[in-house]
């Protein structure tokens, strides 16, 4: 009798101490588990939104007026199939779009911002909603009422009117040298958008009549 009761006692013995030894071990890895979880989570990078404009790496800085506004040549448009044009007034930035994807940036200057009587709110010359291009473009125009001009423009409002143009000209054809130093940096214009020398020319070039605008402010 007294030998199975020293062998229980033995027994009992050995679970406990199997007990405190299993223990630990298990509180142990548990820790080293949700440690790793940290790492890991705290290396997740959040996926950027889609509804903002990519940034090209390749933008030309510091910017030029007279070169294209990306060191990368102009997109073929023969392999785009969703062509459609975004201007971002505050961010000065014009977009060429395939569908989704941005394509192109170029740096702009569009109407500058005065006070709405109405609303007492900043408000750009440019208007803003969706637009199309329009047939009228051309070399060169100067407009003898606010007497200054530019090259290589193409109509996107009003006939005319309202133009995607180069910075602009004097009435000698000069360009005026501090009002393109806005370019890519603030708005300047009476209401259209200014672009580089290069890429004004190669709107008016390639372009295409029915393009959609979209001017966002």
């Known amino acids: 009798m007294r030998g199975r009761t020293k062998n229980l006692i033995y027994i ?8 405190l030894m299993i223990v630990p071990a298990v509180h142990h890895h ?15 990078t959040p996926k950027k939104s889609h509804h903002k404009e990519a940034v090209s790496n390749h933008m030309r800085t510091p910017i030029d007026w007279r070169k294209s506004s990306e060191t990368v040549p102009y997109p073929d448009l023969s392999k785009v199939k969703r062509l459609w044009v975004k201007v971002v007034i505050p961010k000065n930035r014009v977009y060429l779009y395939d569908g989704n994807k941005v394509i192109y940036t170029m740096y702009c200057s569009a109407g500058v911002y005065k006070t709405d009587p109405k609303t007492g709110k900043k408000k750009s010359a440019t208007p803003t909603g969706t637009f199309h291009v329009q047939e009228e473009r051309g070399d ?34 000069h360009y005026i040298k501090e009002e393109a130093a806005k370019l890519g ?3 300047g214009s009476h209401g259209c958008v200014r672009l ?5 020319k190669w709107m008016e070039h390639n372009l295409p009549t029915g393009t959609k605008v979209v001017i966002q402010d």
């Open 196 to 200: 580089s020398v290069a890429d004004a």
């Open 140 to 173: 060169h125009f100067f407009n003898s009422q606010v007497k200054v001009g530019a090259n290589y423009y193409v109509s996107w409002h009003d006939h005319g009117q309202y133009l995607f143009h180069s910075v602009p000209t004097d009435a000698n054809g």
């Open 185 to 187: 940096k603030f708005t």
């Open 12 to 19: 009992i013995f050995c679970l406990v101490m199997i007990v």
């Open 30 to 44: 548990r820790e080293q588990r949700l440690a790793a979880d940290k790492v890991t989570s705290s290396k997740i």
